[in-house]
């Protein structure tokens, strides 16, 4: 079965399933407007300052909106992985004629849109509310982003491969999402962060595609900034440790759970 088929497939089943339950679905992206709110009026409580430019509302709402697409693209593929273990269809679908190395980016891919329109959501409120984007930086951005994503579905793949295996390891890349977002400067700058937690930060993705965005999209980013060249090269470095690893990886736990039948308690 060809991979666009096989996404195909993906989108429609899983679109199908969250579109039953509307109100869900809506109440998902309505609970997106409370913290840009929230941010607006800390925006005009603490003015701004060198370490997050001239306005701390369009640092933050980048910052927010990255992450919440990041965050998607992150923990997709263990959440379908999960949903299809408590169902007990994980096993049926392995029997299909799907190649493993399909499905980190076809059971992802719903969620990956959700993210970014979730993140559209963001972008649109914040503006709306008058934060400053160079429209002129966006091109740059959306690659920035797009690297940033296959990142993420990389990392979110490694930790699907434990996850075959053990069943319980989608709460840790949820844990590290959140880390992420904090080292990575979302609400604040990375300088702000002790010595030894900004040399961390350097490892992290996260880093790289919010940094990068705001450098790209604000007059004034800040005192801490991630050129775009810089980040580009340094997110495809990450892109093929972490797709490679990844795929690798899931291929050999999916094995080794056949072997050791593993598969047959789902």
Do not use: C
């Amino acid at each position: 079965m060809r991979p666009a088929a096989v996404a195909a497939a993906f989108l429609r089943m899983d679109f199908v399933e969250d579109v039953s339950y509307p109100l869900w679905l809506i109440l998902q992206h309505l609970a997106l407007i409370v913290p840009v709110f929230i941010y607006y009026f800390i925006g005009e409580l603490v003015g701004s300052a060198a370490t997050v430019g001239g306005d701390y509302f369009t640092f933050a709402m980048i910052g927010l909106a990255v992450t919440t697409v990041l965050q998607a693209a992150l923990t997709g593929f263990g959440w379908a992985l999960g949903r299809a273990q408590d169902r007990g269809t994980f096993e049926t679908l392995l029997v299909e004629p799907v190649p493993w190395t399909v499905l980190p980016f076809a059971m992802n891919l719903w969620r990956v849109l959700l993210g970014v329109v979730s993140g559209a959501i963001v972008f649109a409120i914040g503006l709306a509310l008058g934060a400053q984007i160079d429209i002129g930086g966006v091109p740059a951005f959306l690659l920035i982003l797009v690297l940033g994503l296959l990142a993420s579905v990389g990392i979110g793949t490694v930790t699907a491969a434990f996850m075959v295996l053990s069943k319980r390891a989608q709460p840790l890349v949820v844990l590290y999402g959140l880390a992420a977002s904090v080292l990575a400067g979302a609400l604040f700058s990375v300088e702000q962060l002790p010595r030894a937690l900004q040399y961390v930060s350097w490892a992290i993705p996260h880093t790289y595609v919010i940094n990068a965005a705001r450098e790209a999209l604000m007059a004034d980013p800040g005192s801490f900034t991630v050129p775009v060249g810089t980040a580009v090269i340094a997110l495809g470095v990450f892109d093929a440790i972490a797709l490679t690893g990844g795929l690798w990886l899931l291929s050999r736990s999916m094995q080794y759970a056949r072997k050791m039948g593993l598969l047959s308690g789902y």
